[in-house]
């Protein structure tokens, strides 16, 4: 699977959008990217996937660059239970075996 | 919703003892998974299983046994548990093939002491 770098922290204001970056330089033609966070003490929780094209589900918005080489994903309107560590991973789920690295912790400023 | 369920949030054992954590995910799903997470070691596969009976050993399957039974239950299981596994575990499971996506229950939180 291919290697992501995500800054290791960010803050952001309650009720504003939350932009959160992921660098996977080395991303190979059948990978996906895909976005998890994880609150404390709790399992990892999907949030949204992507292979090219931009995505939106109700929790967020994936964007990613036209060469995917690096992607953001984005709360919309962030809320003070979005304070989590949020993974960015790149992979095609060939063996299942999942790296999540370090994520980005996320803390939401009342 | 895909919901996978857990048996137990927080447990403690005593070195030696035999562990049983259970996992049941109610979509059908084929894959299941069990991981554990370690802080500064990110998440560890311990098993796998793309069917039921069948069982793969993932990167740390050393002091572990899985069983799949039945297609919604997966068990992880700690035949004699030691100071070592005190960890979260965390059960998964994905319906397979490219671009699916992978479910995680809310974790077991397991110390030996």
């Known amino acids: 699977d291919a290697k992501t770098t995500q800054p290791p922290s960010m803050d952001c204001a309650e009720g504003r959008a939350a932009n959160l970056p992921c660098n996977h330089s080395?991303?190979?033609?059948?990978?996906?990217v895909y976005w998890y966070r994880q609150i404390h003490s709790q399992g990892p929780q999907y949030i949204i996937h992507?292979?090219?094209n931009n995505e939106t589900n109700e929790m967020a918005s994936l964007i990613i660059t036209e060469d995917r080489k690096s992607s953001t994903l984005i709360l919309p309107h962030a809320t003070l239970r979005d304070t989590a560590v949020y993974y960015c991973?790149?992979?095609?789920?060939?063996?299942?075996?999942?790296?999540f690295g370090t994520g980005t912790r996320l803390t939401i400023i009342p | 919703d895909v919901k996978v369920t857990q048996s137990s949030r927080y447990l403690v054992k005593r070195t030696g003892e035999k562990v049983f954590l259970e996992c049941v995910q109610d979509?059908?799903?084929?894959?299941m998974f069990w991981y554990r997470q370690d802080p500064g070691l990110g998440l560890r596969l311990i098993y796998f299983?793309?069917?039921?009976?069948?069982?793969e050993k993932g990167d740390i399957p050393e002091g572990y046994s899985v069983s799949r039974e039945k297609k919604e239950r997966f068990s992880l299981i700690l035949e004699s548990a030691s100071t070592n596994q005190t960890s979260m575990y965390l059960c998964a499971s994905s319906p397979g093939g490219e671009g699916n996506t992978i479910y995680f229950g809310e974790g077991s939180w397991l110390t030996v002491v």
């Open positions: 080395t991303i190979s033609g059948n990978e996906y």
């Open positions: 979509m059908d799903h084929e894959n």
């Open positions: 992507g292979l090219k």
């Open positions: 991973i790149v992979t095609n789920f060939g063996n299942e075996k999942l790296t």
């Open positions: 299983s793309y069917d039921v009976k069948m069982k």
